[in-house]
Nanobody, 117 residues
Framework: QVQLVESGGGLVQAGGSLRLSCAASESIASFNIMGWYRQAPGKQRELVAT???????NYADSVKDRFIISRDYAKDTIYLQMNSLTLDDTGRYYCHGRRGWPSRDYWGQGTQVTVSS
């Protein structure tokens, strides 16, 4: 069973930065899509950033120019660098991976990010 394990969340002041990591138990090259989602209290889970086949990236409009998704094949890890954090960035951040045919989705347990004023 593939495992995705997030780390790097925490409490940060508005305007600060955090870097989230997601370590996969298998090669990230085996995934067609990998990325990050988040869920704020009382809200639906939403896409934050994804790495698409071919290396293209997709960001939510609310995080463009502030967040950067990257991956390290040698470490089987993807990252989310989050800069200029705002209160609206508070939520639980989940690592997501999709692979196979038919495709199957994998999720990590999430890491909490709390931005304070």
């Amino acid at each position: 069973q593939v495992q995705l394990v997030e780390s790097g969340g925490g409490l940060v002041q508005a305007g600060g930065s955090l870097r989230l990591s997601c370590a996969a138990s298998e090669s990230i090259a085996s995934f067609n899509i990998m990325g990050w989602y988040r869920q704020a209290p009382g809200k639906q889970r939403e896409l934050v950033a994804t790495k698409l086949p071919g290396g293209d990236t997709n960001y939510a409009d609310s995080v463009k120019d502030r967040f950067i998704i990257s991956r390290d094949y040698a470490k089987d890890t993807i990252y989310l660098q989050m800069n200029s954090l705002t209160l609206d960035d508070t939520g639980r951040y989940y690592c997501h991976g999709r692979r196979g045919w038919p495709s199957r989705d994998y999720w990590g347990q999430g890491t909490q990010v709390t931005v304070s004023s």
